[in-house]
């Protein structure tokens, strides 16, 4: 069948550097009744436009400081409730052509590059179903020749047609360098969850500082990836930040407002967002970087981020220790990693007790149940929910459910559900008593009398060895 000819947007339209530094320097002039007023409006769920956003990045007064924190703290427990969704990353391949300088795939690194044969993705599959997830983000550096789409393609391939006694990874979002709409299409009908890119920094002269050479340093190129997944069909997509590269009150009005280009284009800004923040690596020095984030700022561009777009989920890594995921989780972050290895062929390595070489050392090396754990003695559902995508609640239709509140009516189920299912897999005694007492607590939180009751039904049928309930 022909193929139908698509859009392929590869110019930037909607980030000018020099609008961005007017409005945050006008924004210095904000009164505090304009602060309280667009505070009030956070505080009412209904969000915040990138003007409104420069103010609140602008403003150094502790109290109004306070209350975006108070806010931040509101909205999550409102929108997101006490449900923490659970993922872990899997890299397939470090072969690279770009030369990032914060990277320790930078193509002028010396070390023995591999990719996963086919046998090694249902390895490391197997492992992090044996941590008990079911969604991964797959993650590859970039390299036509080695790492071509349609090696991406076969590992997703491989990776869904795995079924364990357990179940499966029921979910595959993909980080994947920013590529051609045709490549976004095989992508599509392959069934991803989210198409995650991390436009690393929006200022562009910084842009084209850390990326020295490679198809990525096409500032536009990068910049317009999301328009082109749209384009080719993809209705999620997650944006982010490399925070570390340049002033981060620069990055977080431009991811804002290139959040509302999306939003006026496709009717569906960022499905999630992702904080990451610059760690050390193998081939680069912290000391080189003159913008590092420190974790006061950091805590601030969170909550702020979670005020702007209240009901896109916002993402942590690993990258961050135990004590400030601690403090995020309060302040907006809806999804955390666990147990993650940040190199290819990282888990096998870890069960031969191997040493690791990763893209980058993270801050949190607790394993996954130990996380999952301490999740739930901090009074969090940490949730195993894939349901959206499977059910087709996907780009403008997740965002209108969302935006509506409705959502709240599957997302608690679907956590009671898959935590049960976890609970029942993968924890020994004391595990699972503590799991069905949290879960006992919290499903009188499910609104809808006939949801609660179904989702009742289904948790006595799954603690009975059923799987894979979802509404
Ligand atoms: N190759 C893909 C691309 O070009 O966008 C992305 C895959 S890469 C494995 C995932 C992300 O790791 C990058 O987008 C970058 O933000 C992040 N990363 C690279 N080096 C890092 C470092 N030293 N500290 C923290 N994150 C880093």
């Known amino acids: 069948m022909a193929t139908v000819p698509v859009a392929e947007t590869t110019k930037n339209t909607f980030i000018d550097a020099g609008y961005i530094s007017g409005v945050l320097e006008c924004a210095k002039g904000a009164t505090d009744a304009e602060i309280r007023r667009i505070l009030d409006k956070a505080e009412r ?9 420069a103010a609140l990045l602008m403003t150094e007064k502790p109290e109004h400081i306070a209350r975006i924190f108070d806010i931040a703290g509101k909205i999550k427990r409102h929108i997101y409730g006490n449900r923490i969704v659970l993922f872990a990353p899997l890299y397939v391949s470090d072969y690279c052509v770009n030369r990032c300088a914060y990277c320790s795939y930078n193509c002028g690194h010396d070390f023995p590059r591999r990719k996963l044969t086919m046998d090694e993705v249902r390895e ?3 492992l992090l179903e044996q941590m008990g ?8 550096g970039e390299h036509g020749a080695e790492c071509p789409i349609e090696y991406i393609l076969e590992c997703i391939g491989a990776i869904y047609g795995m079924k364990f006694k357990n179940g499966e990874i029921r979910r595959i979002n993909v980080n994947i360098a920013a590529t051609t709409t045709e490549n976004y ?7 991803i969850g989210t198409y995650i890119l991390f436009q690393e920094t929006y200022h562009q002269p910084t842009y084209e500082q850390v990326h020295l050479a490679g198809p ?3 500032f536009d190129y990068h910049l317009t990836a999301f328009d082109r997944a749209h384009e080719a069909g993809i209705g999620d997509v997650g944006g982010g930040v490399l925070f570390g590269l340049a002033d981060p009150r620069f990055e977080v009005l431009a991811l804002m407002i290139h959040n509302e280009h999306l939003d006026e284009r496709f009717h569906s800004g960022f499905h999630t967002i ?7 690596a193998s081939g680069m020095s912290l000391a080189d970087f003159p913008h590092l984030v420190d974790d006061a700022t950091f805590e601030r561009v969170v909550a702020i981020i979670r005020l702007a777009v209240p009901f896109t989920g916002m993402i942590l890594s690993t990258r961050e220790s135990h004590e400030m995921r601690g403090k995020l989780l309060k302040l907006g972050i809806s999804q955390i990693s666990a147990g993650s290895s940040t190199e290819v062929g990282g888990y096998a390595k870890r069960a031969r007790n191997e040493a690791a070489n990763p893209q980058f050392y993270v801050n949190d090396e607790r394993d996954a149940l130990d996380i999952i754990s301490e999740l739930m003695g901090d009074g969090y559902i940490p949730s195993f929910c894939t349901a959206c995508y499977r059910s087709g609640r996907t780009g403008d239709r997740f965002m209108s459910l969302a935006k509506s509140g409705q ?4 997302c608690l189920p679907n956590a009671l559900m898959t935590l049960t299912e976890y609970a029942m897999d993968y924890g020994g005694e004391a595990f699972r008593a503590k799991a069905f007492a949290a879960i006992g ?11 609660r009751t179904k989702a009742a039904e289904n948790i006595e049928q799954i603690k009975r060895g059923a799987h894979d309930f979802y509404v």
């Not at 769920?45 to 956003?53: L, P």
């Open 441 to 451: 607590q919290n499903l009188p939180g499910i609104a809808n009398e006939r949801m």
């Open 185 to 191: 299409r095989k992508l599509n009908a392959v069934g």
């Open 216 to 218: 990525k340093r096409n």
């Open 133 to 140: 997830h079911k969604r991964i983000a797959l993650e590859a």
């Open 274 to 280: 992702s904080v990451p923040r610059l760690c050390a």
């Open 45 to 53: 769920f209904e969000g915040a436009s990138h003007t409104e956003i």
């Open 124 to 126: 490391e599959t197997k």
């Open 407 to 410: 959502i709240k009516n599957v």
